[in-house]
Each structure stands twice: as C-alpha cells, then as structure tokens.
C-alpha cells in the first residue's frame, strides 16, 4: 500500500525492493548459521546466495515478460522495471536450481546437503518478499467486496491501474475496488512452511528431505492460492494458470521424491 519508502530528490527507495533486500540478507544470514553447522563455509553460502539472487531475478522475470508480453511488445522499456514489481518465482526457482547446481558442483559440495540447509532460509525469505509484493500492489487477487483490501490511487500501484485500464475504476478515484490480498495470504503459508520444516527436520531423514518437503508444501499453498489471484487472461492455460500447472508437476515429482527416499531410511 506504500509503493515508496523514501524518496530523497532523484533518489526513491522502493518498498518492493526494500523488502526483497531485506529477505535476502536475512535468508543468506540464516543459511550461513545452518551452513557452520554443517561444517561448510560460511563464505561458500555467501557466494552461493549472491549467484542464486542474480539468476533467480533474471529468470524471474524473463518468465513474467514472457506471460505478459501482449504488453511488453508495446513497452520494451518497461522491461528492465524490475523494482517496480513483476516477477514469477517459479521461474527464478528454475533458474536459481540450475545455478546452484553448477555452483555446487564446481566447489564439489553436496547438492541435497545445501539444498537442505537452504530449504528453511528460502521459506523465510519469501515470506518476507511477499509483504513487498503487497506494499508495491502487486500480485493481488480477485475483486471481494467481503474479504477485500482497497489500495489507494497515491503512487498509482498495479492494482489500480489494472483497474483503470479494465474501465472498473474513473482514473480519478480515490482507491482501487477491495481485492483479495493474496500476498498476504502467500506470506503466512510461507512462514507456516518455515516453521513445519524447521519441526520435521528434527528427526533423522535422508539427504534432500527438507529440499523436496519445501518443493513440496510450497507447490500445495501455491496452487490454492493461485485459484484467487488475479490474471489477465494471457496468463491462463485452459483452466489453471501457468504457476499453477508448474505446481502440480513439482508437487508430483517431491512426493516422488520423497517416497523414494523414505524407502531408502527404511
């Protein structure tokens, strides 16, 4: 609801970008702490964090490009905007993987062992990321008069110009029609997921359990909320939208993957 935090003449600080800041340096930190623990290096997550943000920022947001380009085509320059919002993390987290395993096996680290350690952090960090997601007005959902928050027209957030350009709102109102406030709704999953895996993994199990049980609950709270999201209509495939058929095929290969791994404790 607060698009800019601070803006100092030419200078404006983002809320959006504030809060992805601050879910990095908060996630690398808790991944270093669980990294020692592991007798890794601390320095090796650091580097490890900062390839992972890179890539999952460009991957990010070349899928988002990608789904919305009837616009883009139209505003080319809008596509390097990445601090005013627009990224899908299903493709950061493809990106992010790939990098990460590149990374890892170039300093001959175990790829499951990281992917552990990390799995709590990332939970956390996007718990944080989502509270950016509602300060900017982005990646809300559908119009509810009963269970909606309104943005106010100040700053002009994606939601209320969605809605102008849809016609359901006078560019002079005052704020948008009330929508479901998904982000939120993302964000509390999320530190549910933290808090479920940070319990779980107190008892021995195999090798990339944390990882896939991440994937896994991550996959199931996204495909729900998904069906309250918002999207224009070039985002949906059939019945479902991309993320949400990105969900189910994660979803299947966790528990996959899961299984299997309980098999092999057992």
Request: hydrophobic residues 55%; aromatic residues 18%.
């Amino acid at each position: 609801m607060h698009r800019y935090l601070l803006q100092i003449g030419p200078v404006t600080i983002y809320s959006y970008g504030a809060m992805l800041a601050l879910a990095f340096i908060t996630a690398t930190y808790l991944a270093v702490k669980r990294a020692k623990r592991e007798g890794i290096e601390g320095t090796k997550i650091v580097d490890l964090s900062l390839y992972i943000l890179l890539s999952s920022i460009l991957g990010a947001r070349i899928l988002f490009v990608a789904l919305s380009w009837d616009y883009y085509k139209e505003h080319l320059a809008d596509i390097f905007k990445v601090w005013e919002g627009g990224l899908v993390f299903y493709g950061g987290l493809i990106s992010a993987f790939f990098t990460a395993v590149w990374f890892l096996k170039k300093n001959r680290l175990s790829i499951w062992k990281v992917g552990d350690i990390l799995s709590v952090p990332l939970a956390l960090g996007i718990a944080i990321g989502r509270i950016g997601c509602f300060l900017n007005g982005c990646c809300y959902g559908e119009i509810s008069f009963a269970y909606g928050i309104s943005f106010p027209a100040k700053d002009n957030p994606p939601v209320f110009s969605q809605q102008v350009w849809d016609s359901l709102i006078s560019p002079r109102a005052v704020c948008s029609l009330p929508v479901i406030p998904t982000q939120l709704y993302e964000s509390a999953a999320y530190l549910l997921i933290f808090f479920l895996i940070l319990l779980l993994e107190r008892r021995k199990h195999f090798a990339g359990f944390s990882f896939w049980m991440f994937i896994l609950l991550y996959s199931f709270f996204r495909f729900i909320i998904e069906g309250f999201r918002y999207y224009d209509a070039n985002f949906v495939f059939g019945a479902f939208t991309a993320s949400q058929l990105i969900s189910v095929i994660l979803f299947i290969i966790a528990l996959t993957a899961l299984m299997l791994g309980a098999r092999k404790v057992h």
